[in-house]
């Protein structure tokens, strides 16, 4: 079955200091890619996602992601975290294979943005 | 813009009460999911609906049930509510094809 790793459970990053944060999928053929953010009390927004094409593909917020099919990875970064960027987010991808039809979130990282 | 309307925002139920979670959207998607968030799990899928009486099981689809009978809305059923099915549970609706998932601001269900 599909999986999605998210390796770190909380994060603390310091304003203006750049942030990566991992995600890794197992699955055999290039699935669709997503990141989330959710803010607390709030509903998942998305924040960039990858189907085809560049691999590095450019958000909202001033976020960006990676896909790096050799790695089976697709990491989110910002070059200068603000503190309005505290919030827990989520990786996920999307498995369309045959009669297999599935939205799979990785378990989620926490940000918290020291001033 | 998509909206992903859920019923409740906050919810409290006793134990071996039916507990009905709606979910309405309002563009017409043709798939739907509930989910349930906890900390340190992330979302789980519990069901989902290609379309129109259509569903299926997700991971976690044990005490639970859902309905689709109309295209817009998504029930999760809760056949008899248990104190672990307390949590926060977050319904989502796409498009068919290469689309994203949108959210409604999810129900948090407490069962005492």
């Known amino acids: 079955a599909q999986s999605v790793t998210q390796p770190d459970i909380h994060i603390t990053v310091s304003e203006g200091a750049s942030l990566e944060l991992r995600c890794n999928y197992s699955y055999g053929a290039t699935p669709y890619l997503f990141w989330y953010v959710q803010s607390p009390g709030q509903g998942l927004q998305l924040l960039l996602k990858?189907?085809?094409?560049?691999?590095l593909v450019q958000g909202i917020k001033g976020f960006e992601a990676e896909f790096k099919r050799s790695q089976s990875s697709f990491n989110l970064r910002k070059p200068s975290v603000h503190w309005s960027d505290a919030a827990e987010y989520f990786c996920a991808v999307w498995i369309s294979s045959g009669s297999a039809r599935q939205l799979t979130f990785g378990s989620g990282t926490q940000l918290t943005v020291l001033p | 813009d998509v909206k992903v309307t859920q019923s409740s925002r906050y919810l409290v139920k006793r134990t071996g009460e039916k507990v009905f979670l709606e979910c309405v959207q309002d563009m017409d998607h043709e798939n739907m999911f509930w989910y349930r968030q906890d900390p340190g799990l992330g979302l789980r899928l519990i069901y989902f609906?290609?379309?129109?009486?259509?569903?299926e099981k997700g991971d976690i689809p044990e005490g639970y049930s859902v309905s689709r009978e109309k295209k817009e809305r998504f029930s999760l059923i809760l056949e008899s509510a248990s104190t672990n099915q307390t949590s926060m549970y977050l319904c989502?609706?796409?498009?068919?094809?290469?689309?994203?998932?949108?959210f409604g601001q999810g129900t948090r269900l407490t069962v005492v």
């Open positions: 989502a609706s796409r498009q068919q094809g290469n689309t994203e998932a949108f």
């Open positions: 609906s290609y379309d129109v009486k259509m569903k």
């Open positions: 990858y189907f085809s094409g560049d691999t």
